[in-house]
T-cell receptor, first 114, second 112 residues
Framework: NAGVTQTPKFRVLKTGQSMTLLCAQD?????MYWYRQDPGMGLRLIHY???????AKGEVPDGYNVSRLKKQNFLLGLESAAPSQTSVYFC?????????????FGPGTRLTVT | DAKTTQPNSMESNEEEPVHLPCNHS???????IHWYRQLPSQGPEYVIH???SNVNNRMASLAIAEDRKSSTLILHRATLRDAAVYYC?????????????FGQGTTLQVKP
């Protein structure tokens, strides 16, 4: 199993450009999550999904959109990138709810917005 | 969300036990205690979790105080690979979901 994979690994955007980050998991997990991590900080939850076709907002959802059209994929979109969105983005998945089941994280995508 | 307090940093010698403390005085009865760690330039990795009783797995042990207001992650023999940021997280059930709220964690340095 590949576990959780993220595409791309690195990206540089100019202010106002758009992009989509792809997260894929091959563990048949119901729950998927997108986090961001700024330098020296812990992770903050952007959006999450409790199953195919569902999405919900986390702590810091503004400026991002998500879609979960297939159970194994969770897409994070930036419609108009801003320098404040420069961060490392992590995707995670878990079997059911995270209150007892561990979350598996991807390797991250480092995004720079200039 | 319930808050946890951890020391910013700790040091250990290789092959010695490490005790990483976490205070969570506002914990509620249904909050699970989760520990994750993040190695440099990697995504977080699950370590262990518990509710009331002490827990052991292949990576570590979790000791939970009787009043549940604090817990300790125990690495029995630290290796250089254990150098990471360790996050103690309280997870409260919210219907069928629960969200991990990361704090700043404890940076563990392991000396050879």
């Amino acid at each position: 199993n590949a576990g959780v994979t993220q595409t791309p690994k690195f990206r540089v955007l100019k202010t106002g450009q758009s992009m989509t980050l792809l997260c894929a998991q091959d563990m048949n997990h119901e729950y998927m999550y997108w986090y961001r991590q700024d330098p020296g900080m812990g992770l903050r939850l952007i959006h999450y999904s409790v199953g195919e076709g569902t999405t919900a907002k986390g702590e810091v959802p503004d400026g991002y959109n998500v879609s979960r059209l297939k159970k194994q994929n969770f897409l994070l979109g930036l419609e108009s990138a801003a320098p404040s969105q420069t961060s490392v983005y992590f995707c995670a998945s878990s079997y059911l709810g995270p209150y007892s089941y561990e979350q598996y994280f991807g390797p991250g995508t480092r995004l720079t917005v200039t | 969300d319930a808050k946890t307090t951890q020391p910013n940093s700790m040091e250990s010698n290789e092959e010695e036990p490490v005790h990483l403390p976490c205070n969570h005085s506002t914990i509620s009865g249904t909050d699970y205690i989760h520990w994750y760690r993040q190695l440099p330039s990697q995504g977080p990795e699950y370590v262990i979790h518990g509710l009331t009783s002490n827990v052991n797995n292949r990576m570590a042990s979790l000791a939970i105080a009787e009043d549940r207001k604090s817990s300790t992650l125990i690495l029995h023999r630290a290796t250089l690979r254990d150098a990471a940021v360790y996050y103690c997280i309280l997870l409260r059930r919210d219907g069928n979901t629960g969200k991990l709220i990361f704090g700043q964690g404890t940076t563990l340095q392991v000396k050879p």
